[in-house]
């Protein structure tokens, strides 16, 4: 089955991203494919480039990358949730007149429209919210 | 058939009762997160109307010191029965 994951919660505050992440290895290990992690609200923290958490906590950053490495999934921001929240791609941070960014591939902004076409194209939507 | 999931004790928050009114009759109802707590008497009781539909995550039970706490009626999965449980749904809705 094609399974989507909606992660509301932010990162090192709530549960829901461990939770999500735990979800998506079981899911994976079941032979189903994890085609699209939407990050929205206060999870949009999770798509942030400079997170750098203490060396024996867990990367929460690092293993949704590695989602996309190892399944091609695609991580998707709302971008109207990140741009209030500093979130922000090269891009939009030069439109921005912002120096530095804070997101990067294979993160990308989109529009909330990708979620609803998420929940019609995939077989499974899960929410983890906090 | 649809999968509810609830991350809230019923000790801390009354949402439980906005999701035991929404659920239909075959529905299941999986407990995570806090909401495990919903798991042990005399919470559990709280769920009774739903007898034989009730689940919690393992995983979450133990990372709170609360494997082999359940009450009986509650039958606990482990991250592969939540994904399980997704399958046989056709969809869930997360209760927070």
Redesign the interface.
């Known amino acids: 089955m094609r399974y989507a994951l909606l992660v509301q919660g932010a990162p090192y505050s709530h549960q829901a991203a461990h939770s999500a992440l735990r979800f998506a290895d079981a899911l994976i290990a079941r032979g189903h494919r994890l085609e699209t992690v939407f990050f929205y609200h206060d999870g949009v923290y999770n798509a942030s480039r400079l997170a750098s958490p203490p060396q024996d906590e867990p990367h929460l950053v690092d293993a949704w990358r590695r989602l996309n490495e190892q399944q091609g999934t695609a991580l998707l921001v709302c971008v109207a949730a990140a741009l209030r929240r500093g979130l922000l791609d090269e891009r939009e941070a030069k439109r921005h007149g912002k120096q530095g960014y804070s997101l990067e591939a294979p993160f990308e902004l989109t529009g909330v429209g990708q979620l609803v076409d998420a929940g019609i194209t995939h077989d499974r939507l899960i929410t983890f919210s906090p | 058939m649809l999968l509810h999931?609830l991350?809230r004790s019923p000790a801390s928050s009354l949402v439980h009762r906005d999701t035991l009114r929404a659920m239909g009759e075959e529905d299941r109802l999986l407990l995570?997160?806090?909401g495990v707590y919903g798991a042990l008497m005399p919470l559990a009781d709280r769920f009774e109307a739903i007898h034989g539909r009730l689940f919690a995550l393992r995983?979450?039970l133990a990372s709170r010191g609360l494997d082999g706490r359940c009450d009986a009626r509650v039958t606990v999965v482990d991250?592969?029965g939540?994904?399980?449980l997704?399958?046989e749904s056709e969809?869930?809705?997360?209760w927070?």
């Open positions: 999931l991350n995570i997160e806090d995983e979450d991250m592969e939540f994904v399980t997704t399958e969809r869930t809705v997360s927070f």
